[in-house]
């Protein structure tokens, strides 16, 4: 079946701009979540949804980030005013459920994302 | 809350040695834990993950990964190298933080395989 998608996969951008980011999770996926992999570094929370429930977004670096969902399908993350230190790998992943169980998460290849 | 400490943010081996990639815990109880192992522009795929049950967890690839709390550990090994293997593997943690529960994950390991 089909994995969870993203686009656009490269993003180039100048600093001061916003970017929308894209992702499809797998269909029946209720929990979809959002990372940040900077060069080097592991992955990094930022935003995650379980199905209706308002979304945790405690992971959210500044209110320059922002995402949506709408119901159990696709999800865009929103940048605001890039900044340099903004370039990374964007990466979302979906799950059958959030919650305390040890479901798998399931990633997209990623956008990259880069700020001149 | 949790953490992972991925000891050794870059192993070498040569084809055909023993892979040793070290992963060390703190969570609550009770942890889930996962190996994932991310390609040259690629996501991040899932090679084993331990839950509950028996402490030797077999994945893909021919990669195990053992669960010793006493140790608070969860090696990741293999006994021969293929130079396929060359990627970068990240340990993570899944645990409670407040109300939810969260994936957290170590700083990654590259690994390179020599011929």
């Known amino acids: 079946g089909a994995g969870v998608s993203q686009s656009p996969s490269n993003k180039v951008t100048e600093k001061g701009k916003d970017v929308e980011l894209r992702c499809d999770p797998i269909s029946g996926h209720t929990a979809l979540y959002w990372y940040r992999q900077r060069l080097g570094q592991g992955l990094e929370f930022l935003i995650y949804?379980?199905?209706?429930?308002?979304?945790?977004k405690s992971g959210l670096p500044s209110d320059r980030f922002s995402a949506e969902r709408t119901g159990e399908s696709v999800s865009t993350l929103t940048i605001q005013r890039t900044q340099q230190e903004d370039s990374a790998v964007y990466l979302c992943a979906s799950s059958l459920a959030a919650g305390g169980g040890p479901d798998t998460q399931y990633f997209g290849p990623g956008t990259r994302l880069t700020v001149l | 809350a949790q953490s992972v400490t991925q000891l050794g943010s870059h192993v070498s081996v040569s084809e055909g040695a023993l892979v040793l990639l070290r992963c060390n815990y703190s969570s609550s109880v009770p942890p889930y834990l996962f190996w994932y192992v991310q390609y040259p522009n690629q996501g991040l795929q899932l090679l084993l993950k331990?839950?509950?049950?028996?402490?030797l967890v077999k994945g893909i690839n021919g990669f195990e990964a053992e669960f010793k709390k006493s140790e608070t550990s969860f090696h990741l090994t293999k006994p021969s190298a293929h130079m396929s293997d060359a990627a970068e593997y990240f340990c993570a943690v899944k645990g409670r933080t407040g109300s939810n529960y969260k994936l957290t994950f170590g700083k990654g390991t590259l690994l390179t395989v020599n011929p």
């Open positions: 949804f379980q199905g209706n429930s308002a979304p945790d």
């Open positions: 331990y839950t509950t049950g028996a402490t």
